[in-house]
């Protein structure tokens, strides 16, 4: 257990909806990463958070954005679904707010299938 | 931006062998290089990593190599057991952009018995 915490585990929805991921990190990091993980394909930074502020975008979506609370924990909003945002969405949560420092601990993701 | 390749994508071994895999970077400033296994239906778990100021790291049965001068670094999996079946990402990020931990796509590897 990597005390990384994501709800909901599992979500179908369809296309032109709306969905929020949520993510609770380990206890005293301040860091949350969002990353998406396709059918074969490796995982790729959607946006990183450090203590309530944006720190880093990849190639996040427009329709998406995301959010880190003061209690720390984070939601990822997809919006306008379409088929191709069916995928593993998880969140990884680090004490620093840079990724070199450490160990990333990764949540057991959120799969999203949109129908 | 760095891209991270990644070879095989799916390898197979007898148990007891070893097991290679290899990552190629292309950003001659990233020093730090992690890998990542991920179980079926779990998040990634780091196993090992590597800072460019060493060549080499080993812990137990798994070795991560790095030659910096080509730009390309390996994991090796000795005395290979079921257990070590899963999906390995290799990863690398520089101190600039210190957020964006770059992935490659992963390579299955499955130790038949």
């Known amino acids: 257990d990597s005390g990384v915490t994501q709800t909901p585990k599992h979500l179908i929805t369809a296309t032109g909806q709306r969905v929020t991921l949520r993510c609770s990190p380990r206890s005293g990091d301040l860091s949350v990463y969002w990353y998406q993980q396709s059918l074969d394909q490796g995982l790729q930074f959607l946006i990183q958070?450090?203590?309530?502020?944006?720190?880093a975008k990849g190639n996040i979506l427009e329709r998406f954005s995301a959010q880190q609370f003061p209690d720390l924990h984070s939601e990822l909003n997809l919006s306008s679904l379409e088929l191709g945002d069916s995928a593993l969405y998880f969140c990884a949560s680090s004490v620093s707010g840079a990724a070199n420092t450490g160990e990333l601990f990764f949540g057991e993701g959120s799969r999203l299938t949109v129908l | 931006g760095e891209n991270v390749e990644q070879h095989p994508s799916t390898l197979s071994v007898q148990e007891g062998d070893s097991a290679v895999i290899k990552c190629t970077y292309s950003d001659s400033a990233s020093n730090y290089f992690p890998w990542y296994k991920q179980e079926l239906g779990k998040g990634p778990q780091l196993i090992i990593d590597i800072r460019s100021n060493v060549g080499e790291k080993k812990d137990q049965r798994i070795a991560v190599t790095l030659n910096k001068t080509a730009k390309h670094f390996s994991l090796h999996i000795t005395e290979t057991q079921p257990e070590d079946s899963a999906v390995y990402f290799c990863a690398a990020i520089a101190d600039q952009g210190a957020q964006k931990l770059v992935f490659g796509q992963g390579t299955r590897l499955t130790i038949n018995p």
């Open positions: 958070y450090y203590n309530g502020e944006e720190r």
